[in-house]
C-alpha cells in the first residue's frame, strides 16, 4: 500500500513561517504531480500549489510569493514553505500525490490524513 504522512503544521503569529512536508512510503515505483490543499471548516477544499516531476510549479492567487512548494523525489517528499502568515492561511493542510505503483497500470491519486495550520493575529 501506499501512504502519505504530512507533518510540520502548528500555530503561529501572523508574519511567521512555517514549513510542511509531505512524505510518501509504500511500493512506489514513480511519483508525478505533486500538490498542496487547504480546507477551513465549511468551506472547500482548494488547490494551494502543485509541482510537477520535472519541478514547474503553479500557486493560487491568494499565497503567490508568499508560499513556495518544492519535492525531494529521493525521499518521495513534497514541502510548502509557508512565509508571511495571515489568519485567512488558516485551515487543515494536505497533500496529495499521483503515484505509480506497478509498470502495468497508470497513476492513481493518493491523499494524505492533513496538518492542522492555525495563525494568530
Known amino acids: 500500500q501506499v501512504q502519505l504522512v504530512e507533518s510540520g503544521g502548528g500555530l503561529v503569529q501572523a508574519g511567521g513561517s512555517l514549513r510542511l512536508s509531505c512524505a510518501a512510503s509504500?511500493?512506489?515505483?514513480?511519483?508525478?504531480?505533486m500538490g498542496w490543499y487547504r480546507q477551513a471548516p465549511g468551506k472547500q477544499r482548494d488547490v494551494v500549489a502543485t509541482i510537477t516531476n520535472g519541478g514547474s510549479t503553479n500557486y493560487a492567487d491568494s499565497v503567490k510569493d508568499r508560499f513556495t512548494i518544492s519535492r525531494d523525489n529521493a525521499k518521495n517528499t513534497v514541502y510548502l514553505q509557508m512565509n508571511s502568515l495571515k489568519p485567512e492561511d488558516t485551515a487543515v493542510y494536505y497533500c496529495?500525490?499521483?503515484?505509480?505503483?506497478?509498470?502495468?497500470?497508470?497513476?492513481?491519486?493518493?491523499w494524505g490524513q492533513g496538518t492542522q495550520v492555525t495563525v494568530s493575529s
Open positions: 509504500g511500493s512506489i515505483l514513480s511519483m508525478n504531480n
Open positions: 496529495n500525490a499521483f503515484i505509480k505503483v506497478r509498470y502495468s497500470d497508470p497513476s492513481r491519486i493518493y
